[in-house]
């Protein structure tokens, strides 16, 4: 009896095995198609539309109070000048503000407050790039003694990145064909697009803040660039 019931035993998980083996096979995820992947780029150099320059007043005082009262005297100076220059309220906005105390070296012990720096700086948005130069002036004349850079870039990118997309994804095609005769293959439907945008920023630029007549500023151009990722299926001949 005991010889019969471990015989059957045997048998009877085998194929209860056997049995979950199609199971198992069916819950296998499918192979991808088969397909062919490469990057298309593509670049468009524009001239910038809109600007951006960080300018501020700095000044040191006794006290925190005694700096940061004729700070704010210097900088409403500073925006009361940009709105004779027709600058929009909108455009101009505070970008930092600070107080900070200034320590004396002292070898023998340790350091002493010996007096506060009080710092606003404003971001100004410029709609019109011809302006910038005559701005700077405006805000060194009206006081600001910190001019920390100036940036350009498009307004309004949307329209000209379409044109470069369709570009890169003609490039792309052009890459994959190049791989489908060479492989002895067609090109099917694409499989799969990703897209990775880069806009080009005019870098801020420095400038000292020293009274001058119109100091030249060149705006140059901006390089809007797209990559595409695309995977092509693909077709025996």
């Known amino acids: 009896m005991t010889m019969q019931f471990n015989t059957f035993s045997a048998v009877a998980v085998t194929l209860a095995v056997l049995g979950a083996a199609p199971a198992l096979a069916q819950s296998a995820p499918p192979s991808p198609p088969p397909a062919i992947t ?8 524009v001239a910038p539309d809109i600007a951006q320059i960080e300018a501020g007043v700095s000044n040191m005082a ?3 109070r005694a700096a940061a009262e ?3 005297v210097a900088m409403g100076k500073v925006l009361l000048e940009l709105k004779n220059a027709g600058v929009d309220g909108k455009d101009a906005q505070t970008s930092r503000l600070s107080i900070q105390p200034q320590y004396a070296s002292n070898r023998s012990g340790p350091s002493e407050i010996n007096g506060y720096l009080a710092s606003n700086l404003v971001t100004v948005r410029v709609r019109d790039v011809a302006r910038v130069a005559g701005l700077v002036d405006t805000l060194v004349t009206a006081g600001a003694n910190e001019i920390r850079g ?3 870039r498009v307004a309004d990118p949307s329209k000209l990145l379409d044109d470069v997309r369709a570009e890169a994804i003609a490039d792309a095609r052009r890459k994959a064909e190049v791989y489908a005769r060479a ?3 067609t090109l099917g439907a694409p499989l799969l697009i ?3 945008t880069q806009q080009g920023v005019a870098p801020m ?3 000292m803040a020293t009274r001058s007549d119109a100091a030249p500023v060149a705006p140059g151009e901006e390089t ?3 990559n595409v990722t695309v995977s092509w299926a693909i077709k025996a001949p």
């Open 194 to 196: 990703t897209e990775d």
């Open 62 to 64: 006794k006290t925190a």
């Open 224 to 226: 809007l660039g797209v």
């Open 150 to 152: 100036i940036g350009f």
């Open 70 to 72: 004729a700070n704010n």
């Open 38 to 45: 490469v990057t298309g780029e593509a670049q468009k150099s």
């Open 205 to 207: 630029r420095k400038m």
């Open 183 to 185: 492989a002895g293959v």
